[in-house]
């Protein structure tokens, strides 16, 4: 696994990059742990002040610092993004792969229902979410509700590969060796499966962060706890960007942006090294 | 229907390819593993006017690479590291690897076509065969277009196919129609100079007996050169005038298609054609010992050595220089043909 | 006295395109076959494409089910056959070999993994047993477990691919093989090895063998019986020999023409003789193989 990522570090400028912008974004969060305040708390340091020597990117209106506020806003928002990837992901894998080699009966129900989730009005609901929960409403909450509305896409995707893993010969060769359908479907196919996997993931991580901050800049989740959304918030409750406090906004979303194009860049680059095809390659076994 | 016309023309013809000393490797570079794939090692031909001329070799021997740089249908990672391809249009010879882009495309279709592996998908799916035909060969044939189209449709008739078959698209057609329309296509502008890369190797033997029988006709209609590659070596003994053996990137044999078959020189070329069943024959057959080699890493010397019933301890170390053994005949072995 | 495999008036009939333009394609009709237990043979099922030899094989090892008549293994109805336990008794029995030796195998994963997982389940061999079972089939091929262990399908040739193919297939002593065209992405120099190794299957290991292909002159060399099909019904059958060097039938003959031989050199050039009239018949804009 260290090979691997050593030689994608030495070779890809793209997972370099990514590499790097993420780490950054990782090692940011991370400072959150040696904070000298609390994040709930307000009014700790004088409030409204530009960026400067001693607090680097200046102070909130709420007293607060923004260089804290952000690590721990982050680390939220980044832990939130990969929570409801790794429980969309699960689910997406799980019906997609069945429903593609079970085919028939299976297939069609489970593709019904894909369909379903696909179709909903993701925004709407989660606003409804919000109204019905109110005061229950909390993270872990709010990213098993993403999570549960934000597999269909992919699952759909995966089962399209698993549908044409099934017609090749050498599923047919497992089969005639004795293999179960569980040991197929894990041992054989799931290679192949795993890139679209990869990929679909920094997609899902970036799309659940983005939803949670258009959801928290409006409110709808609980502002109590700082993320990036929150930070933009309260930035507007307090009409940062009038008052000329410009510094509150754009060091939330600098960040956010930065996190995105490094999981971007990261799915795309480590893509290409997983996928069968160019692992073949870089084997020698070039049939030409 | 007799092979003497193809003859005589061959003594007082003109050459139309000199392939001289070519080389042609796949160099990639890729997470810091590099290879080096010699696909096509030193080959040297020469193939006159109007005469058909066969490639023969299995499955990564280098003849479809061969052929494409012949062609110059090559690209990165497939590098031409030495030699020259010349052909000889219109009485001036020119070498491909010189010619810019613009000389190229005149030259293209006009002076050299090509029915290329898998060609029966060439057509573009979503243009009737029609609009195939105008896109390749109009610029070519300068004409006003309901001109053009008469030309096309009296060209597919002389080859008794139904110039109806233009209406449809490529879906609509069977493979061996396809592939006839293909050669309709690669023939449409006269040209001097005709590749065919396994054209028949998908079709079914009856639809394959047809399609070989229409591109010997257009061969000897427009009388062009012609290779055809194929692995096939019933298809060589019934199409192909003079037939060149590659083995592992090398030819190692060449030369009257009947000599080649019926007295072969090279172990390789023995066991190749007295190895194939024919019906009515029950004798047993041997397969060779081993398999060909990766061109990666080709073995030293004669690169038939490690399969060979007649190694020598010369072959292990040389590679064995083409050797003249009768008229038009070459072999490159040391045990059968020594220089 | 059952037979080993009883094809008994199968057909197939599926319907083909969508809403708009539904199709009945006759894929097999009525085609019967009949193999006896205790007497190993090689039978060729010769045809082109859409003859419907590759459905007939599909249906034999219980990949598709016959529309009509049926199917019988040791007189017991295939398409009868439901459960874990009964399809593993089947499957120990009858085993495939196909086409493509370079798809046989999953490129990413090592090749002695089905030869031991064959082991473990058909042939219930433990611990150090499976490895020996696998080593003896591969050398029952002309192979050996030390060449083939721990390699991947990309580092074999396609011929050793087929060969690991067919020594899979044998490690639970099978009494039935169905092979789908397997030599015909095989390259020349090699092919015959596998062509002969199908014939001393049947001598040696007595094993019956469904040849399915679409090359005459293989079909002559070892087969004992044939059945020649075109767009899925049997035109022909009996005795190889027999058949190939004097077929009765008019495709059987236009077949048997169309072979190009390598003998053939230097005679005058027959292929000058193909007329419009055969293009018409065979270009039926027919759906390829199913």
Known sequence: MFAILRDLFRYKREFRVGAILTMFIAVFASLSFVSPYPPQDQFVVQPDLPPSWAYWFGTTSRGQDVFWQLSFAIRNTMLFGLAVAILSRIISIAIGMWSGYMGGFVDRVLMSINDTFIVIPLFPLLVLFYFVMRDKMSWPLLALAMALLGWAYDARLIRSLALSLKMREFTQQSVFSGMRTSEIVLQEHLPYVLPIVFYTTMNNMNWSVGLEVTLSVLGFTNIDTPTIGVMIYWANQHTALVAGIWWWIFFPVLFVVILFIGLFLLAISMNEYIDPRSRLARMGGMHG | MSAAPALQANVASERALTVSNLRAYYQTKYFGISREVRAVDGVSLVIDRDEIYGLAGESSCGKTTLVKTIVRAIRPPLNVIDGSVSFRFAGCEHDIYTLGEAELTGLRWKHLSYILQGSMNVLNPVRRVRESFIDFAYRHIKRPMPEFLRFVENHLARLRLDPAVLDNFPHELSGGMRQRVTIALASVCRPDFIVADEPTTALDVVVQKDVLGLLREVQREIRSSMILVTHDIGVHANVTDRLGVMYAGRLVEEGRTVEVIRSSRHPYTAHLVSSLPRIGDATQKKGLEGSPPNLAAPPPGCRFHPRCPLAMDVCRKEHPPMVVVAAEHRVACWATAPP | ?290
Not at chain 3, 89 to 113: G, T
Not at chain 3, 136 to 156: N, Y
Not at chain 3, 206 to 234: C, E, N, P
Not at chain 3, 244 to 251: D, K, S, T, V
């Open chain 3, 1 to 290: 006295m059952s037979a080993l495999l009883d094809v008994d008036h199968v057909g197939m009939t599926y319907v083909a395109g969508g809403l708009l333009a539904r199709r009945v394609v006759r894929a097999v009709d009525n085609v019967s076959l009949r193999l006896e237990a205790g007497k190993p043979e090689i039978l060729a099922v010769i045809g082109e494409s859409g003859s419907g030899k590759t459905t007939l094989a599909r249906m034999i090892l219980n990949l598709a089910k016959p529309t009509d008549g049926a199917i019988r293994f040791l007189g017991n109805d295939v398409t009868r056959i439901h459960g874990g336990r009964a399809r593993m008794d089947f499957m120990r029995q009858v085993q495939p070999i196909f086409q493509n030796p370079f798809e046989a195998f999953n490129p990413l994963k090592r090749l002695d993994r089905y030869l031991f997982m064959s082991a473990r389940r058909f042939a219930n061999a433990r611990g150090g047993e499976i490895e020996a079972r696998a080593d003896k089939a591969l050398h029952q091929v002309g192979l050996s477990l030390a060449e083939v262990k721990g390699r991947f399908p990309h580092e074999m040739s396609g011929g050793q691919l087929q060969r690991i193919a067919i020594a899979r297939a044998l490690i639970s002593s099978p009494s039935l093989i169905v092979a789908d065209e397997p030599v015909s992405m095989v390259d020349a120099s090699l092919r015959m090895s596998i062509v002969n190794l199908f014939k001393s299957l049947r001598d040696e290991l007595k094993v019956s063998i469904v040849y399915i292909t679409h090359d005459l002159a293989t079909a002559y060399y070892i087969s004992d019986r044939v059945l020649i099909m075109q767009r899925g019904r049997a035109v022909e059958s009996g005795v190889a020999r027999d058949v190939l060097a004097n077929p009765q039938h008019c495709y059987s003959r236009l077949l048997r023409e169309s072979v190009l031989s390598p003998d053939d050199a230097g005679k005058s050039f027959m292929l000058a003789n193909a007329t419009p009239a055969h293009r018409s018949q065979e270009d039926a804009k027919s759906g390829s193989e199913t």
